[in-house]
């Protein structure tokens, strides 16, 4: 596998959701509220005919966690391979990292579901982001309610001690069977990640489909 940086590439996508930016050779410093610095890199291999990439991307508040998201896809080059990494960063985990980092950008907020939950004695804000679907159905298909559903329920069973938690959901089908669920938590797997999703209701009349949520909750006193 071969590594490269994209910070440049993180960069302008930044500037173009309104945040400020400057980047030293490890990281791109921004402007937001909670001062979140980002650091990326993209790991591929090329093949006959494609290139396989992984974007990485870091994301680090003032206060100090640490946020990791990847996204893979396939491309004919691999300047098309890591458009369609960002281009899957950008739909699913960018606008709420850029919510919970305090952006006002108006677009960046119409892209994030904002809420409250009460889950034990604790109140959180939750920032939703967008499902994220992949399909090479011609027909437009939408994922089962049940999926959101589960990832709620999934994230209000667990023990939240921190004052910020992070989720990411994940499931594909193939045909007319589900053979890939994840849901890690703080980037780590919980217990149930290997099952949560298995038992989705399947899609009628699709080869491939796959679905991804991104959510991060923050104690509202933070």
């Known amino acids: 596998m071969l590594e490269i940086s994209q910070n440049e590439n993180l960069a302008s996508l930044l500037q173009h959701h309104g945040v400020g930016v400057h980047r030293d050779e490890e990281f791109v410093y921004t402007d937001l509220p909670r001062k979140t610095k980002f650091k990326t890199r993209i790991v591929y291999r090329e093949e006959r005919q494609a290139v396989n990439s992984q974007l990485d991307i870091l994301a680090i508040p003032q206060q100090g966690e640490h946020i990791y998201e990847s996204f893979g896809d396939v491309g004919t080059t691999l300047e098309d391979a890591v458009a369609r990494n960002f281009q899957n960063f950008s739909r699913g985990s960018l606008h709420p990292l850029l919510a919970m980092s305090g952006s006002q950008d108006p677009h960046t907020l119409q892209q994030v579901e904002t809420e409250e939950w009460k889950i034990g004695d604790t109140t959180w804000k939750a920032y939703l982001g967008s499902l994220t679907p992949k399909t090479n159905s011609k027909n437009s298909v939408s994922p089962p309610k049940e999926f959101f559903q589960r990832i709620e329920s999934g994230i209000r069973s667990q023990t939240l001690a921190n004052r910020l938690h992070w989720f990411r959901s994940y499931y594909a089908q193939f045909n007319d069977q ?45």
């Open 178 to 222: 589900i053979t890939i669920s994840e849901f890690l938590m703080d980037n780590q797997p919980v217990n149930e990640s290997g099952t949560l999703f298995l038992s989705l209701p399947t899609l009628p009349d699709t080869d491939f489909y796959s679905c991804r949520n991104f959510i991060i909750l923050q104690k509202t006193d933070s």
